[in-house]
């Protein structure tokens, strides 16, 4: 009686063991459902969600969650669009005056990856402007700067940095409305500045300072070049210059968030000549979330520019700044 129940006990235990192998089997063969964890981490990485940790298993759909969470918390993007825009029309006015309509555009762009200690910032600054009086058209503002950093964080605020800065314009500019003599057009002037150096960035600043940069200045068009245009030779279209240079940035909101400011402080100096700097500022006044007053004033001071109108008076300091009404857009990720 022994062997027998002996042999029927044995034999279930092998009729569950074959079952459960095989559902084993076929939820592992099971696609898009249910395998090991793997969301290619990095040596010495952890999940944002600590619950994932905790399970050997996971789904397709919360991998794909996790890896959505990682890359929201690594990149800031930035979008801030502004329109003005202003039109006098006159019909039969016996006190006099000309038509005329003048609008601006800014762009702002800015993306920014973090990851431990390694940081990566591109800006697209972009301005550009145009006035019409009785069907003359010129532009009043036009400026673009493209701008990268990287910075490796070597101490808290304290980060070693490298900085890519162009800047130039987009299309022809002439002397005034009335003077038709051409002085610029894209890269005819432009500015390529490479540097590396040490940053010091606490709240709401970024001070670097970089003992080794190089400063190029372009003219590509040759007819600008035969003129001398810039600070490059008569004839060419390239001109280096290697030295330290100081940059400082600063950006703030006030008045819960009424007010907001933002600078930027740059200057570069050859040993051999004359140091330069340029100091842009813009302050934004909110009205409501679609519509802000703008002030926008730059500053340049450059001892070496040859084609000043008040050189001859030695005025070497050059301003441009405009204040208008704007609709304004503004997108931030986070």
Do not use: C
């Amino acid at each position: 009686m022994k062997k027998i129940v002996t042999l029927i006990l044995t034999g279930a235990a092998l009729l569950f063991s074959g079952v459960d192998a095989s559902a084993q089997m076929s939820l592992e063969q099971t696609p898009n459902n249910i395998r090991p964890l793997d969301l290619e981490m990095k040596p010495g990485e952890q999940l944002l969600n600590p619950q994932i940790e905790s399970g050997t298993y996971t789904t397709d759909a919360i991998i794909a969650a996790e890896r959505r969470r990682v890359r929201k918390e690594r990149n800031t993007f930035e979008v801030k669009f502004d329109l003005k825009a202003n039109q006098i029309f006159f019909d039969n006015w016996a006190k006099g005056g000309d038509n005329n309509f003048n609008g601006s555009g800014v762009l702002f762009l800015r993306h920014r990856y973090n990851r431990e200690r390694l940081t990566y910032s591109t800006t697209f600054d972009a301005r550009y402007g145009m006035n019409v009086i009785d069907s003359t058209v010129f532009k009043t503002e036009d400026k673009f700067t493209f701008n990268f950093t990287t910075d490796w964080k070597i101490r808290e605020n304290w980060s070693f940095s490298g900085i890519v800065n162009l800047q130039s314009q987009f299309a022809k500019g002439y002397k005034s409305r009335t003077d038709q003599q051409w002085v610029s057009s894209f890269m005819s002037p432009g500015t390529l500045d490479l540097s590396v150096g040490i940053t010091y960035n606490p709240q709401y600043w970024k001070i670097t300072l970089a003992p080794v940069t190089g400063s190029m200045y372009f003219v590509l068009n040759d007819s600008l070049s035969r003129k001398g245009v810039g600070k490059v030779d008569v004839g060419k279209h390239f001109k280096p210059m290697v030295g330290p240079s100081l940059r400082v940035d600063f950006q703030k909101k006030f008045a819960k968030d009424f007010i907001e400011y933002r600078t930027q402080f740059y200057t570069f100096y050859n040993f051999t000549l004359s140091p330069m700097a340029r100091w842009e500022n813009w302050l934004d006044f909110y009205i409501t979330k679609w519509m802000k007053t703008s002030f926008y004033w730059y500053l340049i001071y450059d001892r070496h520019e040859t084609k000043l109108p008040k050189l001859a008076e030695g005025n070497y300091l050059q301003m441009n700044y405009s204040l208008g009404l704007a609709f304004t857009f503004n997108y931030k990720n986070k």
